[in-house]
C-alpha cells in the first residue's frame, strides 16, 4: 500500500507530504496503545509476543538485552527490522522510557519508515500499473508461503520446545521454599540474572545474591559453586 501510494502520489493524485503525515499518525497510533498496554502490563506483553519461540523466557530476556544495549535509537528503527517492530513499542513501556521521549521518537520512525516506502513507490512511479500488477503477485505470494510456513513453524517450536524441557529439566523454586531451604541451614548460590531493562527498573534486590546479565551467564557458570544449590532470579 505505501508503494503504490507514493506510486499515485508521482502522478499527481496524492500529496506526498500528506501522504507521509498520514503514514506516520497510523503507525504512532499503533506504537502508543502497545506502549501504554507496556507500562500497564509489563513483560506479559513482551511474553505474549515471544509466545511461539523456542524458549518464551529467553526470548523475553534477549528482547529486554537488545533494547537495554541499543536504546531508545531502537524506536525509531524498529519498523525496518522484522520482529522488532511488534516489541519495540511494548517494551519501551515496560522499560519506562519517558511519555514525551517515545512520542517523538515513536513519530520520527513512523514518519522516516513511511518517507522511505512511499519513497521507493514515488520513484517507481512511471508505471503505476506495473506497482499494481507486482503488489498483487505479492499478495499471492505472501498468502501462499504464509498458509504454508505458519504451521510448519508453530509445529517445529513446539516439538522444539517439548524437546528442549524434557532434555534439561528445571526445578521451579518458589521464594517460600528457598527461604525454607535456607532457613533449615541449608546453602544456595542466588543469581540475579534479570535483564538489565527489569534490574535498572526495580529497586528490589536480593541480600548475598550475584549479579549476573543473561548474556554473561554461561562465561560465569564456572565459578559459581556447585555442591550447593543455584538458584537463578530472573523475573
Given at each position: 500500500m505505501l508503494?503504490?501510494?507514493?506510486?499515485?502520489?508521482a502522478w499527481?493524485?496524492?500529496?506526498?507530504?500528506?501522504l507521509v503525515?498520514?503514514?506516520a499518525a497510523g503507525?504512532?497510533?499503533g506504537?502508543?496503545?502497545?506502549?501504554?498496554?507496556?507500562r500497564?502490563?509489563?513483560?506479559?506483553v513482551?511474553?505474549?509476543?515471544c509466545?511461539f519461540?523456542v524458549?518464551?523466557?529467553?526470548?523475553v530476556?534477549k528482547t529486554?538485552?537488545a533494547?537495554?544495549?541499543v536504546?531508545?535509537?531502537?524506536?525509531?528503527?524498529a519498523?525496518?527490522?522484522?520482529?522488532?517492530?511488534?516489541?519495540?513499542?511494548?517494551?519501551a513501556g515496560?522499560?519506562?522510557?519517558?511519555f514525551?521521549?517515545?512520542?517523538v521518537?515513536?513519530?520520527?520512525?513512523?514518519?522516516?519508515?513511511?518517507?522511505?516506502?512511499t519513497?521507493?513507490g514515488?520513484?517507481?512511479?512511471?508505471s503505476?500499473?506495473?506497482?499494481?500488477?507486482?503488489?498483487?503477485?505479492l499478495?499471492?505470494?505472501?498468502?501462499?508461503?504464509?498458509?504454508?510456513a505458519?504451521?510448519?513453524?508453530?509445529?517445529?517450536?513446539?516439538?522444539?520446545?517439548r524437546?528442549?524441557?524434557?532434555?534439561?529439566p528445571?526445578?521451579?523454586?518458589s521464594?517460600?521454599?528457598?527461604?525454607?531451604?535456607?532457613?533449615?541451614?541449608?546453602?544456595?548460590?542466588i543469581?540475579?540474572?534479570?535483564s538489565?531493562v527489569?534490574y535498572e527498573k526495580?529497586k528490589?534486590?536480593?541480600?548475598?545474591?550475584?549479579?549476573?546479565?543473561p548474556d554473561a551467564?554461561e562465561?560465569h557458570?564456572?565459578?559459581?559453586?556447585?555442591?550447593v544449590?543455584?538458584?537463578?532470579?530472573c523475573t
Open positions: 508503494l503504490l501510494g507514493g506510486a499515485l502520489a499527481g493524485h496524492l500529496s506526498w507530504p500528506a503525515a498520514v503514514v503507525a504512532l497510533t506504537d502508543l496503545v502497545w506502549y501504554w498496554v507496556g500497564w502490563r509489563g513483560s506479559e513482551v511474553g505474549l509476543a509466545r519461540s524458549n518464551r523466557d529467553v526470548c530476556a529486554k538485552s533494547f537495554s544495549k536504546g531508545p535509537v531502537a524506536i525509531v528503527l519498523k525496518f527490522v522484522p520482529g522488532l517492530g511488534a516489541l519495540a513499542a511494548p517494551t515496560t522499560a519506562g522510557i519517558p514525551r521521549l517515545f512520542l521518537l515513536a513519530l520520527a520512525g513512523g514518519a522516516l519508515w513511511g518517507a522511505v516506502w519513497g521507493v514515488y520513484l517507481l512511479g512511471g503505476v500499473a506495473g506497482v499494481q500488477s507486482g503488489l498483487a503477485a499478495n499471492r505470494l505472501t498468502l501462499l508461503a504464509v498458509a504454508l505458519v504451521p510448519g513453524i508453530a509445529g517445529y517450536r513446539l516439538a522444539r520446545r524437546m528442549e524441557k524434557s532434555a534439561t528445571v526445578t521451579r523454586l521464594p517460600d521454599e528457598l527461604h525454607d531451604h535456607l532457613q533449615r541451614g541449608g546453602e544456595a548460590t543469581v540475579d540474572v534479570r538489565p527489569d526495580s528490589m534486590r536480593i541480600p548475598g545474591a550475584i549479579r549476573i546479565p551467564l562465561d557458570l564456572p565459578r559459581l559453586r556447585r555442591d544449590l543455584l538458584a537463578l532470579y
